[in-house]
């Protein structure tokens, strides 16, 4: 299965820039870093930084020939499954055979954050 993902113009993927957080983006990212760590072909492409991948793809150039209204768009094996929001974490689940838990923070589960102080 090959998940490609067409976003809207935005500064970065994780949704950490700017003067607030975009949970949504960040609950994306982690998702599709997921997904790639159990070998799974995920792809997501800015509007901003890769046009390029707009116009190469027929489907997509197609979609939003008169605008970018369906962004973000999500392709399974190059067809359309869902225009103008993200998958849910349900709809991943169905559609790589995972466990919803695989892509859902588990309640009182602390961020696994790694800092390293050097001087």
């Known amino acids: ?24 983006l960040t609950r994306v990212a982690t998702i599709h870093y997921v997904l790639q760590q159990r070998g799974f072909d995920v792809s997501r492409y800015n509007l901003a930084s890769e046009p390029n991948r707009f ?3 027929s489907v997509v150039k197609a979609e939003i020939t008169n605008g970018i209204d369906s962004l973000p768009l999500t392709l399974v094996d190059g067809k359309i499954v ?12 169905e559609l790589t055979g995972l466990s919803i838990a695989a892509f859902a923070k588990q309640d009182g ?4 954050v790694r800092i390293s102080l050097k001087k």
């Open 109 to 112: 589960e602390k961020p696994k």
């Open 55 to 57: 116009v190469e793809n």
């Open 1 to 24: 299965m090959k998940l490609e993902v067409f976003e809207p113009a935005m500064c970065c993927p994780t949704g950490l820039c700017g003067p607030s957080i975009d949970p949504e």
């Open 82 to 93: 869902k225009r103008s929001a993200y998958l849910t974490n349900e709809e991943l689940a």
